[in-house]
Structure formats: C-alpha cells, structure tokens
C-alpha cells in the first residue's frame, strides 16, 4: 500500500503532456527495483542450493556445507508462497522460480552439453523439493 501513495500525486503532475506518462515510469521502476532486490535474489539462491546438492551428490569427495558457518534458507517457502500484487501486477514466485530456472538449464546445456545430465537432475530435485515443474530444454543432442 506504500508504494501506491506516491501515485495519487503523480496524477496530478501537470509540466508533462499527460500525468499517466509519470504514473506508468514510477509503477515500471518499482517493478524493476522489486525484480532486482527480491525476485531474482530468491531464485539465485535456489539455483545455488539446487545446484550445491546435485553436485555434493555427483562429484565424490567434496566437502559437504556446515549448516553453522551458512545457514541453509529454507526455498520452498518461496516456490509455495501465494502471489504477490504489486500495483495491477500478480506475482508468482513458484513461476518466477520456474521461469529463471528454464532459461538457467537450457543455457548451460547449450553451452555444455555433455552437462545434461546434471540440469536433468537439478530439474528433478526442484520438481521433488520444491514442487517446481520446470520445462525441458529439448536440445537436439539429447
């Protein structure tokens, strides 16, 4: 409700040609600076945990995280949370999860593609874990 108070004055801007031009700039720069600050930082560190527990898995020997020097957050109260209005925007965070991820392994099974294998595991563990279901990236080499 905060970040609506600020657009009842902006309706009533006149040094613009319409006030509607300052009211859509201020809705688009909260959006961005919500997007930086709290949705991509979420779904970071869910690629991070993912990733950090298929590679404790496949890689032999190495060293397992200490849960007192980094406390584990818990992402599946992101992936599960309702959404999120901001102005007349929904947020989904199980589908801004979702999505980041989908472009995440596909890109790095493009750019690696005898990598594969280990996407199609982070893909399981989030449709296991966090109940994500993100798509396949259906690269030719697979």
């Known amino acids: 409700m905060a970040v609506k108070d600020p657009v009842e004055m902006l309706m009533n801007i006149r040094h ?3 006030s509607h031009v300052a009211v859509d700039n201020y809705k688009k720069d909260v959006y961005e600076a919500f997007t930086e600050s709290v949705v991509r930082p979420i779904c970071q560190a869910t690629e991070e945990q993912l990733r950090t527990q298929i ?3 496949l890689i032999p020997n190495m060293n397992q995280l200490n849960p007192l020097e980094k406390r584990p957050t818990d992402i599946q109260r992101y992936a599960n949370m ?3 209005y901001l102005f007349e925007k929904q947020i989904n965070m199980g589908y801004e999860i979702k999505k980041y991820l989908g472009h995440i ?3 790095m099974s493009a750019l690696t593609p005898h ?3 280990t996407y199609e595991h982070m893909r399981a563990l989030a449709s296991q ?6 798509l396949q990236s259906h690269l030719p080499s697979q």
């Open 16 to 18: 613009l040609n319409s």
């Open 55 to 57: 590679h404790q898995v």
């Open 82 to 84: 309702n959404d999120l």
């Open 105 to 107: 392994f596909y890109e």
């Open 115 to 117: 990598d594969f294998r």
């Open 129 to 134: 874990k966090l109940g994500v279901k993100v």
